[in-house]
C-alpha cells in the first residue's frame, strides 16, 4: 500500500543520512497535503484538530457530496510554513482515525477550487501565496 511504501522511503532515508536529497525535499515549494481516509463525518474542525500539532492550518478544503452535504473522504489541507508538511506526512500517514487509516502525502501543485462571484459566476479563487519554502536565516 501507498502508507507502507512511504513508511519504507522514510526508513531507507534515515538509515542512509538523507537530508536534501530527501523525497520531501521534491515538494518545497508547497505547503499543501492531499488528506485520505477520512471518517466521512469528520468536518474542517476535526481535521484543523489533528493536523495543527504540526503546525499552523492556513486553508483546509474537503469536497462534499452535493445531495447528502457529507465529505467524501478526502481533502487538502495548506500549511503556514512548508516544513510542517514534511512532519505531517511522516507522523500522522497511515494513522488511525475513527477506525480509518489515513493517508497522507505531499501535493505539488494545488489549484484551488472555483467560487462563485456576486453574479453567480464560477471564477477561479485567488491563489494563495504562503506555500513557498521559508527563507533561511
Partial sequence: SVVREIHRI???ELELGAG?????????DSAYIFIGGLHY???????ITIFSQYGEVMDVNLPRDKETGKTK???FLMYEDQRSTVLAVDN???AKVLDRTM?????RNYKQPKIQNEDGEWVDAEEQTLSAKP???
Fill in 92 to 94: 500522522l500517514n497511515g
Fill in 10 to 12: 522514510n526508513q531507507a
Fill in 103 to 107: 493517508r497522507v502525502d505531499h501535493v
Fill in 135 to 137: 527563507q533561511l536565516v
Fill in 73 to 75: 473522504g478526502f481533502g
Fill in 41 to 47: 463525518d469528520l468536518t474542517e474542525g476535526d481535521v
Fill in 20 to 28: 536534501a536529497a530527501s523525497w520531501h525535499d521534491d515538494y518545497k
